[in-house]
């Protein structure tokens, strides 16, 4: 029997169509469908002939059917299926009625999504990741500025990204020259306060009598001398922003009587004026000084004391992070290189030197030196006759100590096997209470572990 041009125009259309088109009639039964359609459900056309998308629900095939839910509901649908064959297909239903409103047919479209829904998880992992990688990056750009590898120092750290986002006063403790200032300004860089100004004042420079009119500022004509525009302070300058307070510990006591009426008012008066200024910011204060101890000698208020202690945060100095300073030497000299378009290096023995030195001018001191060895260096390769006498003369005392306490050890009637004996006994007692395991001893000594192993049997006992 020969087709007729309208059904071989319609299995033109369905063969060809890019997306798969399955006919179905009132009963379930598919009358015309793709010829390739259903290998993504796993069958071939001939599994599904004879049968209702009824069954094929129920044997799995379609899960589910969306002829099955146009056929209930009667009008258009639209479902994700999922398949055997691990296919995800996005199927949309229509329902066609005669011209009673009977439902005679439903044509359903279907279009394999496996690869987009895949594309899509790619893209949640990766968004996944990229929330991730932004969260490394705020943690590096709260690290940005300070640089360290000491475990006390990344807790010092991990405590300024908490404490950034709120307005408590921070207090920062250490000596000179270990970076009290950046990590002020780190405090402000990652607070909400970020955008308005940072004001930095350090207290010890400015004398008693001037501190009003510097803090407070002043208005016209108020004394000789004055702008007759009058002065905004340093206080009005950090409203919205931060204060950093720099060397508190300087602070004469009637200045700390002014300075305390403005952190429990949050409102002060210019020089010489008669309106009250609405002020808000975040304090930080630094100092060197043992506050407590000034209290107790009556040099520093304590009610004063109470309200710039709420975080106290104590930096380490650098002879007590052993670990940051070749990483701090390193750093600097990449950079200062880099500033003076430079390739000087450190020779070992002088990389060695600046290792066991104990920085008493901390992390500002040792920029400084490593800058004057680049700049007054004529060669390419710094050796240590190029260090200041400052650092040679403290590694010439602990020579001259050393060489003391040898001759104290040896006697007179000693012969060489003898003292070479007691000064590696000394050499390994050393070596063992400053090491954690025989491969840092061995590395310590410039001997192999073995032999670290093989001494310490000989020693051990003689501790």
């Avoid at 063969?15 to 009132?26: H, K, L, R, V």
């Avoid at 307070?245 to 305390?260: N, R, S, W």
Wanted: proline content about 3%; overall charge neutral.
């Amino acid at each position: 029997m020969k087709k007729s041009i309208e059904r071989k125009l319609l299995d033109l259309i369905i063969e060809t169509s890019n997306n798969n088109i399955t006919i179905a009639d009132d009963k379930g039964y598919i009358l015309y469908s793709n010829p390739n359609h259903w290998s993504i459900y796993g069958i071939t056309p001939e599994q599904y002939k004879g049968k209702t998308v009824y069954q094929l629900q129920d044997e799995g095939v379609l899960s589910p059917s969306i002829t099955v839910m146009v056929l209930k509901e009667k009008k258009k649908m639209q479902v994700m299926q999922n398949t055997r064959t691990g296919r995800v297909i996005m199927t949309i239903g229509y329902p066609l009625f005669d011209d009673d409103g009977k439902l005679i047919f439903v044509i359903s479209y279907s279009q394999d999504q496996t690869e987009i829904s895949n594309l899509q998880d790619q893209y949640e992992q990766l968004e996944r990741k990229l929330k991730g990688y932004q969260a490394e990056v705020e943690e590096l750009r709260g690290k940005e500025g300070i640089l360290y590898r000491n475990k006390e120092m990344e807790q010092i750290v991990k405590t300024i990204q908490r404490v950034a986002k709120t307005d408590a006063t921070v207090l920062l403790l250490g000596e000179s020259g270990v970076g009290k200032s950046m990590f002020a300004r780190q405090l402000h860089n990652q607070s909400t306060r970020h955008k308005e100004p940072f004001i930095e004042v350090n207290c010890s420079t400015i004398p008693e009598s001037l501190f009003e009119s510097e803090m407070f500022g002043y208005e016209t004509g108020s004394f000789t001398g004055a702008q007759k525009q009058g002065k905004q302070g340093l206080i009005e300058q950090a409203h919205n922003g931060t204060l950093f307070l720099d060397e508190i510990g300087e602070l004469p006591l009637a200045v700390q009587v002014k300075l305390l009426k403005v952190l429990q008012e949050k409102k002060f008066m210019r020089l010489g004026g008669n309106k009250e200024r609405h002020i808000d910011f975040r304090l930080v204060t630094a100092t060197n000084q043992n506050l407590e101890e000034m209290v107790q000698q009556g040099t520093f208020r304590l009610d004063l004391y109470y309200r710039l202690n709420v975080i106290p945060l104590h930096i380490p100095p650098l002879r007590e992070r052993k670990e940051d300073i070749a990483f701090l030497i390193n750093h600097y000299l990449e950079e200062i290189n880099r500033k003076y378009a430079t390739r000087k290096k450190l020779h070992p023995s002088t990389y060695d030197i600046l290792i066991q030195y104990g920085w008493p001018g901390n992390v500002r001191e040792l920029e400084n030196i490593i800058e004057r060895l680049i700049l007054t260096t004529e060669e390419m390769v710094v050796f240590p006759n190029s260090l200041p006498s400052s650092i040679l003369g403290q590694r010439q005392s602990e020579g001259k100590d050393a060489s003391i306490g040898i001759d104290q050890t040896i006697g007179e009637d000693q012969d060489l096997k003898t003292v070479l004996e007691k000064v590696e006994r000394h050499m390994f007692q050393k070596a063992y209470k400053q090491c954690k395991s025989t491969y840092d001893m061995a590395k310590m000594l410039g001997i192999s572990q073995p032999s670290v192993i093989r001494k310490l049997k000989k020693y051990k006992e003689q501790f």
